[in-house]
């Protein structure tokens, strides 16, 4: 059970954490900033009075209680005014990446489609109604059209009652609405409270999009729900220029952020680039949390270096695990503890799921970051596929148990129980338990397997970029079975243009598979660099990648075959 504190307890609700920090004697805020670094802040205060007079009109709409909302917004500023409104007035949001264009195909606007149908057609909130829309059929409202004018109506909300669903961003291309009450969403507020020890007047910093979980609840939500300050910058900014962010952290002597791997590999180009770097002062940090995806050591380690000389202390470098339906947060790194790296033998973790540790210089070394342990309120176990649990030092499949779990997925009754099993959800993600902390290796979903034996594509990935030319996010590792002969096959989807140059990474990237694993690479498939699909914290959609392949999609000449 979470910590006994002044800010749990079971009866709380969203609305009830922004109410009290508007009570707050001091006045707390939200900041925002803009693409020139430029800050605007809204106050607690000032969210509530904006965010009522938005309730009333949507209820003047006809919405009600219980009724289901689509937020699709481009700023933030927008996205929380809307978001609680619905929270304030009973409705229950989903917060979706607005799509770029309504015309042709885009990831987002597939899957805005997809949770409008399961909504029921619900309303959808854009910062604009679309000039060209090839979707008629879907309204499209904005704020600046609602009627706001009388009150609203008393609404009673209850713990239990959903506060908002999450969309996954979907392994089989149908994302699933995951069901997160109010109470789901305060305990593990309560729990990262703890983890990172969070007190007035802390900071935290985010540049994550509100359509992610990571973004919303824990850098939107919990200084919220400790009375914290909040410092917010567009994803789309931060991805053009990552100096923004560097600034903001060191300007607002931020304590608490986030950013995983493909936004620390961002922050490093950046760096290498620049011609001179601005007088950054990083002392405050003491949580940067990288989770969200397969941590790479080689990333962070050249991140914390890089920032040594502004005083960024290592330990402030925070590897995580979380997901969506645990509302946010399963386990952590002790706050300003050293992470703990271990070199484990990849062939016996590999072939026989054991994790031996051995020398970072051994020839089979793996090297993983720990994801430290457990929080408040959170149990773990880790078990075969036969559902029986795995002693310590053994991989395995990880579940989770706790308060803050969802109770399974909206309208989906066959997949939610899929993935309970006795109040244990199953994550999906292949682990370990090895001297007192978890570790992460895999998704069960991204197993390759060759010669009887299974690898992980992020591993595959990781090594691929030991190559001159080769970087992080361009590459993707994936196994398929030969429909022809039943033969496993490594495909490699490479970012980059067919020809002479494509035939010699070919080589060497074969090359270095058989040195280092023994394995074959079957096919280099080189693909535009926006061909590469991303979930909206990075993670790499392989999935998507080997459906267009069994669709035959991909252009001969684009493929390069091992024969």
């Known amino acids: 059970m979470p910590e006994i504190s002044t800010y749990y307890n079971p009866s709380l609700t969203l609305p009830a954490i922004l109410k009290r920090a508007v009570s707050s004697p001091v006045t707390k805020y939200i900041g925002y900033y803009n693409e020139s670094g430029e800050g605007v802040m809204q106050s607690y205060p000032q969210l509530w009075s904006e965010?009522?007079?938005?309730?009333?009109?949507?209820?003047?709409?006809?919405?009600?209680?219980?009724?289901?909302?689509?937020?699709?917004t481009q700023s933030n500023s927008e996205t929380l005014t809307l978001l609680w409104a619905c929270f304030l007035s009973g409705i229950i949001p989903t917060v979706l990446q607005p799509p770029?264009?309504?015309?042709?195909?885009?990831?987002?606007?597939?899957?805005?489609?997809?949770?409008?149908?399961?909504?029921?057609?619900?309303p959808v909130f854009m910062s604009s109604i679309p000039e060209l829309n090839e979707l008629p059929?879907?309204?499209?409202?904005?704020?600046?059209?609602?009627?706001?004018?009388?009150?609203?109506?008393?609404?009673?909300?209850?713990?239990?009652?959903?506060?908002?669903?999450?969309?996954?961003?979907?392994?089989?291309?149908d994302p699933k609405g995951i069901m997160l009450s109010h109470h789901n969403i305060i305990v593990n507020l309560d729990a990262i409270r703890i983890g990172l020890n969070i007190n007035y007047p802390d900071v935290f910093g985010?540049?994550?999009?509100?359509?992610?979980?990571?973004?919303?609840?824990?850098?939107?939500?919990?200084?919220?729900?400790?009375?914290?300050?909040?410092?917010?910058?567009?994803?789309?900014?931060?991805i053009k220029n990552p100096g923004l962010w560097l600034n903001m952290l060191s300007e607002q002597k931020v304590k608490i952020t986030g950013c995983p791997n493909f936004g620390l590999a961002l922050v490093l180009r950046f760096i290498n680039r620049m011609k001179s770097k601005p007088q950054w002062d990083f002392s405050k940090l003491e949580g940067i949390l990288n989770g969200a995806e397969p941590i790479s050591v080689q990333i962070m380690n050249s991140f914390v270096e890089e920032l040594k000389p502004f005083?960024?202390?290592?330990?402030?470098?925070?590897?995580?695990?979380?997901?969506?339906?645990?509302s946010l947060a399963a386990t952590f790194t002790p706050l300003m503890q050293p992470t703990v790296i271990t070199a484990f033998d990849a062939i016996s973790l590999d072939r026989d799921g054991i994790g031996?540790?051995?020398?970072?210089?051994?020839?089979?070394?793996?090297?993983?970051s720990s994801v430290g342990v457990p929080i408040h309120d959170i149990e773990i176990s880790i078990i075969d596929h036969d559902g029986k649990p795995v002693p310590e030092g053994t991989s395995g499949l990880i579940c989770l148990k706790g308060l803050s779990i969802t109770s399974g997925y909206y309208n989906k009754p066959i997949e939610t129980q899929k993935a309970f099993n006795d109040g244990w959800l199953s994550t999906g993600d292949i682990g370990l338990l090895y001297k007192g902390n978890y570790y992460i290796s895999g998704r069960d979903k991204d197993i390759i397997f060759k010669n009887g034996r299974h690898y992980f594509a992020n591993d595959l990935e990781e090594l691929a970029c030991t190559l001159e030319g080769i970087s992080y996010?361009?590459?993707?590792?994936?196994?398929?079975?030969?429909?022809?002969n039943g033969h496993?096959?490594?495909?490699?989807?490479?970012?980059?243009?067919?020809?002479?140059?494509?035939?010699?990474?070919?080589?060497?990237l074969r090359n270095l598979l058989r040195n280092a694993l023994g394995i074959t690479l079957d096919e280099l498939i080189m693909v535009r660099s926006n061909e590469i699909p991303k979930t909206s914290s990075g993670k790499l959609q392989r999935y998507k990648l080997v459906q267009r392949y069994m669709a035959g999609e991909f252009d001969t000449i684009k493929i390069l075959m091992n024969v």
């Not at 007079?53 to 937020?71: F, T």
């Not at 009627?147 to 609203?152: E, I, S, V, Y």
């Not at 005083?311 to 645990?326: D, F, H, Q, S």
């Open 311 to 326: 005083n960024l202390k290592p330990e402030a470098m925070m590897p995580v695990y979380g997901l969506a339906e645990a």
């Open 100 to 122: 770029p264009t309504f015309t042709g195909y885009s990831p987002s606007l597939n899957k805005l489609i997809k949770v409008y149908e399961r909504f029921g057609n619900p």
């Open 137 to 173: 059929n879907i309204k499209i409202s904005c704020i600046s059209q609602l009627n706001c004018k009388g009150t609203l109506p008393d609404i009673e909300i209850d713990p239990n009652d959903i506060a908002f669903i999450q969309f996954s961003s979907g392994s089989t291309g």
């Open 356 to 368: 031996i540790e051995v020398d970072s210089n051994h020839p089979h070394a793996r090297l993983i």
């Open 488 to 508: 496993e096959r490594i495909i490699a989807f490479q970012a980059g243009s067919p020809g002479e140059k494509a035939h010699a990474l070919f080589m060497e």
């Open 473 to 484: 996010g361009k590459i993707c590792f994936a196994g398929i079975t030969d429909p022809q």
């Open 51 to 72: 965010a009522s007079l938005v309730a009333i009109g949507l209820y003047n709409e006809g919405l009600k209680q219980g009724d289901k909302l689509i937020i699709a």
């Open 206 to 238: 985010n540049w994550m999009p509100l359509f992610h979980d990571m973004g919303l609840i824990g850098y939107h939500l919990t200084p919220i729900y400790t009375g914290t300050n909040q410092w917010h910058i567009e994803t789309i900014d931060f």
